[in-house]
């Protein structure tokens, strides 16, 4: 385990670099500058700016400084944000999007698993059927979709909930929903799916040959060798869902870091989109070496292969 926690943290640098490479060029070579929209600035204002910001030296000198403080754990200053770091922003945002994604993956889990098994138990029965259906149309429609559904049905029509805001905890209960319901309906389908498939293998026929009962064969046995690759998919999922609440964070009027992510592109603030960039990446870096470890110690066979 301790091998292949150094060998993905390895390859984790590698790949952020590039990341973090491609993201800094591309965010300089997009036409126009972080104050092209600024009218009233004057040409000797602006060019104080870009002084300030070191937007008026060659790119490459700008990419090196960049990697220096980063090396440093210096994200640099905001352009849209004065007098705030990139670091201070994140730290203040990135609670609020990680509890977010934390309950929208609790529901995810938790839901969607229970759907699934009860679907895997009442296999081609109308349980079955009507459960699936729910799931492929909570697959089919985007988030963006879901949230002004829910908005207009929990929030305005029925006024059980407010409609933006992240003050008290019902106000998590709306966003919570809406990010988990696609990613439900695919854990219910891939839980039901893995769990027929363990569910026709030669020991749990031993197993009922054996005299035990179906809720005793299913828990012990089907459900605990369907685990791991159930969890292979909750490794991209949950980084997915971690940083899949940019369009959630802007529905809901949520202070995380997906809006901050959504401003620093529509704004050009390029300190702030490489800062958020880094975020997600390391989200889901963190969340595929989880699983891994979680699965190598579920599954023994895969210790030889490692």
Same mark, same amino acid.
């Given at each position: 385990?301790?091998?292949?926690?150094?060998?993905?943290?390895?390859?984790?640098?590698?790949?952020?670099?590039?990341?973090?490479?491609?993201?800094?060029?591309?965010?300089?070579?997009?036409?126009?500058?972080?104050?092209?929209?600024?009218?009233?600035?004057?040409?000797?204002?602006?060019?104080?700016?870009?002084?300030?910001?070191?937007?008026?030296?060659?790119?490459?000198?700008?990419?090196?400084?960049?990697?220096?403080?980063?090396?440093?754990?210096?994200?640099?200053?905001?352009? !849209?944000?004065?007098?705030?770091?990139?670091?201070?922003?994140?730290?203040?945002?990135?609670?609020?999007?990680?509890?977010?994604?934390?309950?929208?993956?609790?529901?995810?889990?938790?839901?969607?698993?229970?759907?699934?098994?009860?679907?895997?138990?009442?296999?081609?029965?109308?349980?079955?059927?009507?459960?699936?259906?729910?799931?492929?149309?909570?697959?089919?429609?985007?988030?963006?979709?879901?949230?002004?559904?829910?908005?207009?049905?929990?929030?305005?029509?029925?006024?059980?909930?407010?409609?933006?805001?992240?003050?008290?905890?019902?106000?998590?209960?709306?966003?919570?929903?809406?990010?988990?319901?696609?990613?439900?309906?695919?854990?219910? !389908?891939?839980?039901?799916?893995?769990?027929?498939?363990?569910?026709?293998?030669?020991?749990?026929?031993?197993?009922?040959?054996?005299?035990?009962?179906?809720? !005793?064969?299913?828990?012990?046995?089907?459900?605990?060798?369907?685990?791991?690759?159930?969890?292979?998919?909750?490794?991209?999922?949950?980084?997915?869902?971690?940083?899949?609440?940019?369009?959630?964070?802007?529905?809901?009027?949520?202070?995380?870091?997906?809006?901050?992510?959504?401003?620093?592109?529509?704004?050009?603030?390029? =300190?702030?989109?490489?800062?958020?960039?880094?975020?997600?990446?390391?989200?889901?870096?963190?969340?595929?070496?989880?699983?891994?470890?979680?699965?190598?110690?579920?599954? =023994?066979?895969? !210790?030889?292969?490692?």
């Amino acid at each position: 385990m301790l091998k292949l926690a150094i060998e993905r943290l390895l390859e984790a640098v590698l790949v952020l670099w590039c990341l973090l490479t491609l993201t800094f060029l591309i965010a300089h070579w997009v036409p126009g500058g972080p104050f092209d929209t600024e009218k009233s600035t004057s040409p000797k204002v602006l060019a104080q700016l870009n002084a300030f910001y070191g937007y008026d030296q060659p790119i490459l000198i700008q990419y090196a400084h960049y990697i220096k403080n980063l090396l440093a754990l210096d994200l640099g200053p905001s352009m !849209r944000y004065p007098g705030y770091s990139v670091n201070q922003l994140l730290k203040r945002r990135i609670p609020v999007s990680f509890e977010l994604g934390f309950w929208a993956m609790l529901v995810t889990v938790l839901w969607g698993g229970i759907l699934g098994v009860i679907a895997a138990v009442k296999a081609n029965t109308w349980i079955d059927h009507a459960l699936m259906s729910v799931c492929l149309f909570g697959l089919t429609l985007p988030t963006f979709v879901v949230g002004p559904c829910i908005i207009f049905v929990f929030a305005l029509q029925l006024k059980w909930f407010q409609a933006i805001g992240w003050n008290h905890w019902p106000d998590r209960i709306l966003p919570t929903l809406t990010l988990a319901c696609m990613y439900s309906g695919y854990m219910a !389908r891939l839980t039901r799916t893995y769990c027929l498939e363990v569910f026709s293998s030669h020991f749990v026929s031993a197993a009922f040959a054996k005299g035990l009962s179906k809720a !005793r064969v299913f828990t012990f046995h089907v459900l605990k060798n369907a685990l791991a690759p159930i969890l292979t998919y909750l490794g991209p999922t949950s980084a997915a869902i971690m940083s899949g609440s940019l369009v959630i964070e802007s529905l809901f009027q949520i202070p995380g870091a997906g809006s901050l992510f959504i401003t620093a592109v529509g704004q050009r603030d390029t =300190p702030l989109l490489l800062g958020t960039v880094l975020y997600f990446a390391l989200l889901i870096i963190f969340f595929n070496l989880v699983v891994d470890l979680i699965s190598l110690m579920l599954d =023994p066979r895969q !210790r030889s292969n490692s």
